[in-house]
């Protein structure tokens, strides 16, 4: 049995998890962050409750809180239901069951739902996408891709990768990538590709391990400069 997800999927991770994911420091938590393709995350709410400097960039912004939640419960079921078929993919320490995953992640997105609004008119929400993103040159000290590039390797295509992760270089002076690997756990085929095209490129890039595993072997990060 495998995953596979026609298009990307709302679902969202807390503020605990951004920290384990990325390795952030209390140092990092300091800087001017770009959370690229967060969705309906709570970490920039729960960032900005404990004074931080975030900017959320997503295509699912376009949207009302009321379609958001729409789009939510539209694909909750389907998520829940491949991860129970697949649960050897996932290792269940921390999160026991899938029923308790599903709580842990509406409990996150109902979080983002409830600040939306207010994060809108602060601009702390900015509808956009990659490879193409509404920000000047180095606007930002570190950004941040969860989930989203590699893990939808079967969706996106090698060269937007290469040119999605050029744009997250243009406008931070760090970027950070988790997870690596694809929706059913397996190392993405694009990552060695991206790491040579990015030395290439005169970029330091660096696969570091985290202390975040939730898909099995997936607790590597790859740290840009």
Not at 3 to 15: C, D, L, N
Request: proline content about 4%; overall charge negative; some cysteine.
């Amino acid at each position: 049995m495998t995953i596979e997800y026609h298009g990307i999927k709302p679902w969202g991770r807390s503020f605990d998890e951004y920290v384990r994911m990325f390795s952030l420091t209390p140092a990092d938590l300091k800087r001017k962050i770009l959370g690229c393709g967060d969705g309906p995350a709570s970490f920039n709410v729960e960032l900005t409750e404990r004074g931080g400097n975030i900017i959320s960039v997503d295509p699912i912004y376009y949207f009302s809180a009321d379609r958001i939640m729409q789009k939510i419960s539209e694909t909750y079921d389907d998520i829940i239901d491949q991860t129970r078929k697949n649960r050897d993919q996932f290792v269940w320490q921390e999160i026991g069951s899938v029923e308790e995953l599903g709580r842990v992640r509406m409990s996150a997105m109902e979080k983002f739902l409830k600040d939306f609004p207010k994060g809108m008119m602060q601009k702390r929400y900015i509808p956009g996408e990659l490879p193409s993103l509404p920000f000047g040159n180095k606007e930002f000290d570190l950004a941040l891709c969860s989930h989203f590039l590699f893990l939808y390797t079967d969706n996106l295509s090698l060269e937007f990768h290469l040119r999605a992760l050029e744009e997250l270089c243009r406008v931070s002076n760090e970027v950070r990538i988790f997870p690596l690997l694809d929706v059913n756990a397996s190392r993405s085929t694009y990552v060695d590709t991206v790491i040579d095209f990015l030395r290439e490129e005169k970029r330091d890039v660096e696969e570091v391990k985290v202390a975040y595993e939730f898909q099995r072997g997936g607790n590597t990060m790859l740290n840009i400069c």
